[in-house]
């Protein structure tokens, strides 16, 4: 683990001391070391998760947070300050779900009853969407609540509601795989304002649709009144019970507004969810489409957007965070090549993934390297 071959019990020990005497990026080295040895230990994750909230980089140590919830659901502290931290990030109603979650595992102890409290005041005077967290944020954060914000804008919910039908590659999706879905519990993840809601409801009317971004949420519910909609961010999915869905979509590079440890975890959530012979299908930006576009500002408001969203572009080898225009370089966005995309997902549990290109096109191996399609659909089979 440590040069030294520390146990995870001593690196443990060592990384609380250097917690508590606020020696913050000792600790945070000591808890990821223990991690990368043992990805599944429940202190290391929510002392690590606690110390990023702490540094301001609270969205990725809620996602280490509800991994210690996932691996040790009888940890009774561990809901107590997670739920502690989703209030501070202005989270009230994820705050709740967990409290909810509590009830069920471990009971609500006094303390438990005094988070609970501050949840139900929380909801009562709901803050602005971004809490005491996210003001202190650091580029991270910056990028979450930046995408949060603009697919949350009633403007945009409002471009998305005129969007109607599937696209080619998602028609082929539903001709190959509609058999096998019929009739299933299909979870819509990224529902927007219920695009393709028709079509998975002709498969199936075990249907929910979910959404981070009320203004779409609340598009879908009038659009649909008879199918039903929540808030729910990808990034938590506490409320979903394990296998409880046997069809996962994500569609449209919803998952692309989230950073890589953030989308590392949703991959495992969503692999917790879905049932073993269930399925989880997703899109995401090609990154060799990268090689043919060059977009360029078109006016000063464009070139004020790309300069602001600039702090968030990232290159390395796995993958890119890229500001390519769309939008009119509002945001920046991942992008990836199939083949990392494939060993990612398979280093999260998902052995078999087959990816689909924009045409409709089930890509075979040889043709990975050179699909320059815009996005890519990736039909993935859990371990
Ligand atoms: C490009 S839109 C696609 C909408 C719809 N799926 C479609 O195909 O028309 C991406 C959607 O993903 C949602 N989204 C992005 N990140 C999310 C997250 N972390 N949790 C839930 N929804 C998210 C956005 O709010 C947005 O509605």
Redesign the pocket.
Known sequence: MAEEQLTADEALLRAVDSHRGRRLGEADQLYRAILQALPDHPEANHNLGVLCCETGRAAMGLSFMAKAIEVAPNQAVFYWSYANRLLGAGRASDALSVMEQAAVHVGLTAEGQEVLTRVHAALANPEPFLGQDDTAATASEGF?AT??SF??DATI?QE?AV?EGVYPVEASLFEKMGPSIMGKRIL?????????TPSLTKLSRQYLG????EA?VRNCAVKFPEYKFQI????DMSRFADASVDFL??????????LHE?RLS?WRQFRRVVAPDGVMVFSSHNRNYLKTVDRQPRNAEEEANKAKAAQFEHTCEEYAIVNDGTHGFRIAQYYITIEQQIAQLRRCGYKDVKPIDLSGKWLVEDEYAACTSCWVYYVCYPD
């Open positions: 979450y995408n949060r697919w949350s919910a998305y969007l819509e993840i990224g529902v927007g304002a219920g695009r393709l979910v959404d981070y971004s779409m729910c961010d990808a990034r979509i994500f569609s449209f590079n919803g998952i692309d507004s989230l953030e949703v």
